[in-house]
């Protein structure tokens, strides 16, 4: 098993059942991206954040977004210490490995910005200075979809900024009763060992690159971007951000799954992560009930396949 593999498998000792979705997150650290879980409340959404955390060895910070979080509780700030006579900066969460910003769309737009500029440039600005962030930096922002009073929707460009959007779900019955057995007596966490590291994770980012897309892959690619902006059920299609998104994600699955090159099928599995959030339903096509998911969906299942040459 090579080692990004050996990433998912080793947070799934702590996560009953949710495989997919680990290996999704591990998708989004080796592309560079970041990834926004949206699913209701007690799903395990934290512990597979730290589960990941702990697996590749890297730090962990929680920030519980609410509506008077300030940006400088992200960033961090200066504080005067008069002793010394100076301001000494005090990190704020941000500052690690993997942040978890739990119901991001429960804090202001400012504090929102202030994170994703963080997720966009890898750095922060405090006091007029710019401060470059922990590497590899991973943000894994969560938001419940049911309750909406009080909260502050993230716009589509901002949406735009997270490689990927999905869903856990509820388990099966078996894998519920799997996790009583894991944590009836004991928390599996406390002996999750990592078995790699920030440096090796940085490693694996740069390998992710050396996977071959091929010219009909990548045509492949852009011809599934293109039927977005095309499609009749469609305002707004994807962007070329979308486009440089789902090749790398492509690339990093192909590496998890032990491959130096990248499949249509890559492709095709990755598309219902990468994409939805990414295109506007038409107003009258909302009414009707149909989602982005089905129209990716739709596309998917009617574009004709190439064979990767």
């Known amino acids: 098993m090579n080692e990004s593999a050996l990433i998912v498998e080793n ?8 495989g997919r979705a ?12 970041h990834i926004l879980l949206e699913d209701v409340p007690g799903l395990g959404k934290t512990l ?26 992200v960033t961090g700030l200066s504080i005067y210490n008069q002793k010394s006579g100076e301001f000494v900066f005090h990190p704020g969460p941000v500052m690690s490995n993997v942040l978890l910003a739990d119901e991001i769309n429960r804090t202001i737009p400012r504090t929102q910005a202030s994170l994703l500029e963080s997720m966009g440039e890898g750095q922060v ?19 419940n979809p049911i309750e909406l009073e009080g909260t502050f929707p993230l716009p589509e460009a901002q949406l735009d900024r997270f490689l990927m959007k999905i869903h856990i779900g509820y388990p099966k019955k078996e894998e519920e009763l799997s996790l ?8 599996p966490m406390l002996s999750l060992n990592p078995v790699s590291s920030p440096e090796r994770i940085l490693f694996l980012q740069q390998e992710r690159k050396n996977i071959l897309v091929s010219a009909p892959v990548r045509e492949y690619i852009t011809d599934l971007i293109g039927a977005t902006r095309k499609h009749p059920k ?11 998104g789902l ?24 598309a219902g992560s990468v994409l939805p959030h990414r295109i506007i339903i038409r107003t009258d096509e909302r009414a009707k009930g149909i989602t982005a998911e089905a129209v990716i969906s739709e596309i998917v299942a009617t574009l004709p396949v190439p064979s990767p040459v």
């Open 22 to 33: 680990l290996e999704l997150m591990t998708v989004a650290l080796l592309a560079g991206g």
């Open 11 to 18: 947070a799934s000792q702590v996560i009953v059942g949710k």
């Open 247 to 270: 090749t790398r994600a492509s690339q990093a699955l192909a590496l998890i799954r032990g491959r130096d090159y990248v499949l249509p099928d890559d492709v095709k599995e990755l």
């Open 48 to 73: 597979m954040a730290k589960a990941l955390a702990r697996s590749i060895g890297g730090s962990f910070k929680r920030i519980q977004c609410t509506p008077d979080l300030l940006p400088s509780d």
């Open 125 to 143: 600005t405090v006091d007029g200075r710019s401060l470059e962030l922990p590497k590899p930096f991973f943000v894994i922002a969560t938001q």
């Open 234 to 244: 469609v305002r707004y299609g994807a962007s070329p951000r979308g486009t440089l």
């Open 180 to 187: 009583l057995e894991r944590f009836i007596s004991q928390d």
